[in-house]
C-alpha cells in the first residue's frame, strides 16, 4: 500500500516564490553590473570613481541580501503559524 501525501499551500506561497525569484534575478544582475563596472576599470585601479561603482553595486547586493533574509523571515513565520513551529514542513 502506497502511502499518499496531502500537500497543503502555505498562504502566499505563489507571492513568496515569485519574490525570491525576482531577488534571485536581481542577484543575476548585479552579478552584470559588477562585471561591467570591472571591465570598465582595471583590477588594480583604486581611483575614487572605480572604487565608488564597485561600492554602490556591492551595496545593491547587500540591500536584495536583506530583502531575501526578509523575505524567508516572513515565509518561515507564515509556515511555523500554520504548520506549527516543529513540524517538519517548517
Do not use: P, Y
Not at 498562504?11 to 563596472?37: H, Q, T, W, Y
Not at 588594480?44 to 565608488?52: E, G, I, P
Not at 554602490?56 to 511555523?80: F, G, M, P, R, Y
Amino acid at each position: 500500500m502506497s502511502d499518499i501525501g496531502l500537500k497543503i499551500g502555505v498562504e502566499g506561497e505563489k507571492e513568496f516564490k515569485n519574490a525570491l525569484r525576482d531577488i534571485n534575478l536581481s542577484f543575476k544582475v548585479l552579478g552584470s553590473e559588477m562585471k561591467l563596472v570591472s571591465s570598465e576599470f582595471d583590477k588594480q585601479d583604486k581611483s575614487v570613481a572605480a572604487v565608488t561603482a564597485r561600492n554602490e553595486v556591492l551595496n545593491k547586493a547587500i540591500d536584495a541580501q536583506k530583502d531575501k533574509i526578509s523575505t524567508l523571515e516572513s515565509a518561515l513565520k507564515n509556515a511555523a503559524d500554520s504548520f506549527g513551529e516543529n513540524d517538519r514542513r517548517t
